[in-house]
């Protein structure tokens, strides 16, 4: 009966999440300039659709190239919100899991360690990220390196000049401090779903379980794998839930109920936006800049 109402409240909370997404989103990308929310919140549902049907996170690009063409923002600086959005995302995520592993005692020590040594590396990425806009002189010159025509080396350089102009909206403090609060949030939720589930199937998640064993999934969907990470899924939660006291068989439950319940309704929303982004853009354009991003 439970895991019925959970089913329910999935599309729910799922509309909620991503919405939250897409507001954190826009409110970095329209500082280009302005633009209707609800082309940012099309071009998520599309991404994240694209994510649970096709390899590699090509949604990343596709929601970039969507929100590009629709709002009228250069598609580097979009890419590169995105993009470090995605960095910002793992930072995050990390860092809310390695508190959270001083609040449970069920957790390997080898393990344990491991997830202290990925949390510098990930900080210097980040570090790199924000600085590289205070280096761009000499990213410009990048370009006039390579053995390129003229053509080639103009479209590098718009290129750079868009990306660096993304990470630069984050150097914002109040906007990066906004952005980082419903970070917060959005895995929070996630997590809140992992628990619902796990108590639908019998078992039990605590808080800091349902936080590392969120961070376990989001870093796995960073390594481009199948669609929809099928079968990469089910083994961090067969390796890790078990961990915690749930059974391997319904850990693998678990989670695929979570990528269904997902795919329905990013299935639902991603169509639909598909739909209405063509025509707002144009069939034959959208589909002729989705190819030249491929």
């Keep these: 009966q439970f895991l019925g109402l959970e089913c329910l409240a999935w599309p729910l909370i799922s509309m909620v999440a991503l919405s ?3 507001v954190r989103w826009h409110q970095v990308v329209r500082r280009e300039r302005p633009f209707a929310f609800s082309n940012t919140f099309w071009a998520t549902a599309i991404g994240y659709l694209a ?3 096709l390899p590699a996170r090509a949604g990343e690009v596709i929601r970039s190239v969507i929100l590009g063409l629709s709002s009228g923002v250069r598609k580097s600086l979009v890419l590169a919100t995105a993009l470090t959005e995605r960095i910002i995302d793992a930072g995050v995520l990390l ?3 390695v508190v959270m592993l001083q609040f ?4 390997p020590a080898s393990i344990r360690e491991s997830w202290f040594l990925l949390l510098p590396i990930v900080a210097a990425v980040l570090l790199v990220v924000f600085l590289s806009p205070f280096i761009e002189g000499f990213l410009h010159k990048i370009p006039q390196m390579l053995p390129a025509n003229a053509g080639i080396k103009e479209k590098l350089h718009g290129l750079i000049s868009g990306m660096l102009d993304g990470i630069r909206v984050f150097h914002n403090v109040p906007l990066l401090g906004v952005f980082l609060f419903t970070t917060v949030v959005i895995w929070c939720i996630d997590a809140t ?3 619902m589930l796990a108590m639908s199937l019998g078992s039990v998640l605590t808080i800091p379980q349902a936080i590392i064993f969120a961070a376990a999934l989001g ?3 960073s390594i481009p794998s199948t669609p929809g990470f099928v079968g990469v899924f089910q083994a961090v939660a067969v390796i890790l839930l078990p961990i915690f006291g749930i ?3 319904r850990a693998f439950l678990l989670v695929s109920i979570a990528q269904l319940m997902g795919l329905a309704t990013t299935g639902c929303l991603g169509g639909f936006g598909w739909f ?3 025509r707002r853009i144009g069939a034959a354009r959208l589909e002729r800049e989705l190819a030249g991003a491929d």
């Excluded at 449970?104 to 957790?107: A, I, L, P, R």
């Design 219 to 221: 870093f796995a969907s």
């Design 247 to 249: 059974a391997a068989d």
């Design 20 to 22: 939250i997404r897409a």
């Design 276 to 278: 209405v982004m063509q």
């Design 193 to 195: 779903v992992f628990i």
């Design 95 to 97: 860092l809310m899991a």
């Design 51 to 53: 994510n649970n049907i």
């Design 104 to 107: 449970t005692d069920k957790f």
